[in-house]
């Protein structure tokens, strides 16, 4: 029997088109390569190790100075309004930078130095005094019966907590003796990574500007468009984030102190200060704050407790509905819940430097992901309309 001529293509096929067609099996396919090539990279990543090492060596100072580009920047072109030539600006940024981490050192850090070394050694007191408090209260309380019968009992633990914390110090003194060559090589890399910030940050201001006109010289004339879009949007979102969330830091860390000294809580700049630092994360960092300034003013009195509630809900107010939205905008809103998923996964992949970059690197994905996708729907609705033209789906 001759074969039919008049059967459809194979990708028109009835079977074919249920499963979605010709894109489906082409994305099915493109997963397979994927995935063949992930295969192949992992069993030869030993070839990769020294461009490890080398990632690992450079991502320090690059992140640090970047930060620093992101925050400058503004000041530089403002400088430059003035008619001040940029070689100018950035002489005058260094020497003002270095002008105000003098005064800080000689003014402020001598303070915090003693109020913290206080702090390390009154804070096992502090603690010890919470447990002590938390005892008598469950003794006192209707829950008294059942506290002193059961197996768990604070004071016990009071007891046998000095010989667990000297316990720990040793081992711990231990351990850091066993690994003083790892700490060296650590600490050295650490320094040396700051040392050079200063001169990787100098030629970011001054050519920051001109590298995404290099980088784009380099692409094919028909991917510079969309690629120049990507890169402002992704300086856009990293600017934003960076500048904003420091400005806010800086406004919590100054709103703490205040609040504290009115209400006579002791270190309270120390206390302000950590807040600041902690604040760069978002929910988790304010949740770290507060822990230190709780015990402190649970110990003190209850009185002092609920000043320090009313302050800390004060400043999260002022935060959240005045500064935050001013400073931050709409540039780069994330939906809560998507902040707490993507700063736990980071942080469990990456530890504390993926806390940190997580909310930045994830605006930077973002970027490249809704672009691509819009690339994607843009192609996608061209050759659909060919298609349309091309097969008749209404008999489906």
């Known amino acids: 029997m001759p074969p039919d001529d008049n059967r459809p293509p194979f990708f028109a096929t009835n079977y074919i088109r249920f499963l979605g067609g010709r894109n489906t099996l082409f994305t099915l396919l493109i997963l397979i390569l994927i995935g063949l090539v992930v295969f192949i990279f992992r069993e030869v990543s030993f070839i990769f190790n020294p461009l490890n090492?080398?990632?690992?060596?450079?991502?320090?100072?690059?992140?640090?100075?970047?930060?620093?580009?992101?925050?400058?920047?503004?000041?530089?072109?403002?400088?430059?309004?003035?008619?001040i030539p940029r070689i100018w600006g950035i002489l005058i940024i260094f020497l003002g930078g270095i002008g105000l981490l003098t005064l800080l050192s000689v003014l402020v850090f001598p303070f915090m130095r003693e109020q913290f070394q206080n702090l390390i050694e009154e804070f096992p007191d502090y603690f010890m005094r919470l447990l002590n408090n938390i005892d008598q209260f469950l003794r006192n309380s209707f829950l008294g019966d059942y506290y002193t019968e059961s197996n768990f009992n604070i004071e016990a633990l009071i007891a046998t907590l000095p010989t667990s914390i000297a316990d720990t110090l040793q081992e711990t003194v231990t351990g850091i003796i066993t690994r003083v060559t790892g700490w060296i090589s650590t600490i050295t890399g650490v320094i040396l990574s700051i040392v050079i910030v200063p001169f990787i940050l100098f030629y970011l201001l001054k050519d920051g500007d001109k590298l995404p006109g290099?980088?784009?010289?380099?692409?094919?004339?028909?991917?510079?468009?969309?690629?120049?879009?990507?890169?402002?949007?992704a300086d856009k979102q990293l600017g934003a984030y960076i500048q904003g969330q420091l400005i806010v830091a800086f406004c919590i860390g100054v709103m703490v102190y205040i609040g504290f000294l009115i209400i006579g809580m002791d270190y309270a700049l120390l206390l302000g200060a950590l807040a600041m630092v902690t604040s760069v994360v978002p929910y988790i960092g304010p949740a770290i704050a507060i822990t230190p300034a709780a015990i402190i003013a649970l110990v003190t009195s209850p009185f002092m407790l609920v000043k320090l509630a009313v302050v800390w809900t004060v400043?999260?107010?002022?935060?959240?509905?005045?500064?935050?939205?001013?400073?931050?905008?709409?540039?780069?809103?994330i939906h809560p819940v998507t902040i707490i998923f993507v700063l736990l996964t980071a942080g469990s992949l990456f530890g504390v430097v993926g806390v940190i970059l997580g909310i930045p690197m994830y605006?930077?994905?973002?970027?490249?992901?809704?672009?691509?996708?819009?690339?994607?729907?843009?192609?996608?609705?061209?050759?659909?309309?060919?298609?349309?033209?091309?097969?008749?789906?209404?008999?489906?």
């Open 315 to 333: 400043v999260q107010l002022v935060e959240g509905n005045l500064i935050s939205p001013q400073v931050m905008g709409k540039t780069m809103y």
């Open 363 to 396: 605006a930077l994905l973002r970027v490249i992901i809704s672009h691509l996708y819009k690339l994607f729907k843009r192609r996608y609705n061209r050759y659909e309309t060919d298609l349309d033209k091309q097969y008749d789906y209404t008999e489906l």
């Open 214 to 233: 290099y980088f784009l010289k380099l692409l094919p004339p028909r991917f510079r468009e969309d690629t120049k879009e990507v890169l402002q949007e």
């Open 53 to 83: 090492v080398f990632m690992k060596t450079v991502v320090l100072p690059v992140v640090l100075a970047l930060i620093l580009f992101y925050l400058l920047r503004p000041v530089l072109r403002l400088l430059e309004r003035f008619k």
